[in-house]
């Protein structure tokens, strides 16, 4: 079931949500909880068009989204899980990285990703057991084996009260060593520069099951790692730190992170 064919749909319907995002009708913003963390009636028109047509492309799943106060548990079957606009701050400053981000998780496994940047029309997709891919073609982790060699991505978790912002330690620690790093404000999007080997390294402080769900499919499927600040499993049922590497050097920033 879980095959090009439904990846080819669901890259479909990212198109379709795509075009609500480019279109820019309404940009009204609304304020949610925390600091900075904003909402468009574009992300809630998103999120209501991919819940109503997901579910008709596999039977009996349900959903999750960041936009939806009725979300399924992820680990129940078919679940989608959504963000329907990563990088909702660039989309309201204009800044050309928002992306919609379709995950799969079947009974409790990340199993397919489609990720669609529309500005670029830009598209990143994997299937558990059968390959990512960047506009069709095969994507994979590079192998660099020291922080020296790569450029850092990190989210500041924005929506933390500033204060209690932990990102800027381990960054730190990491900035002395690396090429440089970056912050694109589109969590989904750096993990899939982990991912087709652009980078070796993303960290945030604070990152939801929304953020990364279709980003890990295509990670795991490109021979990356994901994981907690404290080198445990993600959580997917809780908001938390991740840190995501080639694999190579996962144990490296671990330690430097905890420095």
Same mark, same amino acid.
């Given at each position: 079931?879980?095959?090009?064919?439904?990846?080819?749909?669901?890259?479909?319907?990212?198109? #379709?949500?795509?075009?609500?995002?480019?279109?820019?009708?309404?940009?009204?913003?609304?304020?949610?909880?925390?600091?900075?963390?904003?909402?468009?009636?574009?992300?809630?028109?998103?999120?209501?068009?991919?819940? %109503?047509?997901?579910?008709?492309?596999?039977?009996?799943? +349900?959903?999750?989204s960041e936009e939806s106060k009725h979300n399924a548990r992820y680990d129940e079957g078919y679940v989608w899980v959504l963000d329907p606009i990563d990088g909702t701050n660039n989309f309201i400053y204009e800044l050309g990285l928002s992306v919609i981000s379709i995950g799969l998780f079947s009974d409790g496994i990340p199993s397919l990703g489609v990720i669609y940047n529309p500005y670029?029309?830009?598209?990143?997709?994997?299937?558990?057991?059968?390959?990512?891919? !960047? *506009?069709?073609?095969?994507?994979?982790? *590079?192998?660099?084996?020291?922080?020296?060699?790569?450029?850092?991505?990190?989210?500041?978790?924005? /929506?933390?009260?500033? %204060?209690?912002?932990?990102?800027?330690?381990?960054? +730190? #620690?990491?900035?002395?060593? /690396?090429?440089? @790093?970056?912050?694109?404000? /589109?969590?989904?999007?750096?993990? /899939? @520069?982990?991912?087709?080997?652009?980078?070796?390294?993303?960290?945030?402080?604070?990152?939801?099951? !929304?953020? @990364?769900?279709?980003?890990?499919?295509?990670?795991? %499927?490109?021979?990356?790692?994901?994981?907690?600040?404290?080198?445990?499993?993600?959580? &997917?049922? &809780?908001?938390?730190?991740?840190?995501?590497?080639?694999?190579?050097? &996962?144990?490296?920033?671990?330690?430097?992170? &905890?420095?």
């Amino acid at each position: 079931m879980l095959n090009k064919e439904l990846l080819e749909k669901v890259v479909n319907l990212a198109r #379709e949500a795509g075009k609500m995002v480019l279109n820019r009708e309404n940009t009204k913003i609304i304020e949610k909880d925390g600091v900075a963390n904003f909402v468009t009636p574009t992300d809630i028109a998103i999120s209501n068009f991919l819940s %109503e047509e997901l579910p008709k492309i596999l039977a009996g799943s +349900k959903i999750i989204s960041e936009e939806s106060k009725h979300n399924a548990r992820y680990d129940e079957g078919y679940v989608w899980v959504l963000d329907p606009i990563d990088g909702t701050n660039n989309f309201i400053y204009e800044l050309g990285l928002s992306v919609i981000s379709i995950g799969l998780f079947s009974d409790g496994i990340p199993s397919l990703g489609v990720i669609y940047n529309p500005y670029r029309d830009e598209v990143y997709t994997g299937i558990r057991g059968k390959g990512a891919w !960047w *506009n069709g073609k095969r994507i994979q982790v *590079n192998q660099n084996t020291a922080v020296s060699q790569t450029m850092v991505m990190l989210e500041t978790g924005s /929506c933390n009260p500033r %204060e209690e912002n932990a990102t800027f330690a381990p960054l +730190k #620690e990491v900035f002395r060593d /690396c090429i440089d @790093y970056r912050v694109s404000g /589109c969590s989904a999007m750096d993990i /899939c @520069y982990v991912a087709s080997g652009k980078v070796s390294v993303f960290f945030s402080e604070l990152i939801s099951i !929304w953020d @990364y769900a279709a980003a890990l499919t295509i990670l795991n %499927e490109a021979g990356g790692k994901a994981t907690r600040w404290d080198g445990s499993p993600l959580d &997917h049922t &809780h908001s938390g730190t991740i840190l995501v590497t080639n694999g190579i050097l &996962h144990d490296e920033m671990l330690r430097r992170i &905890h420095a």
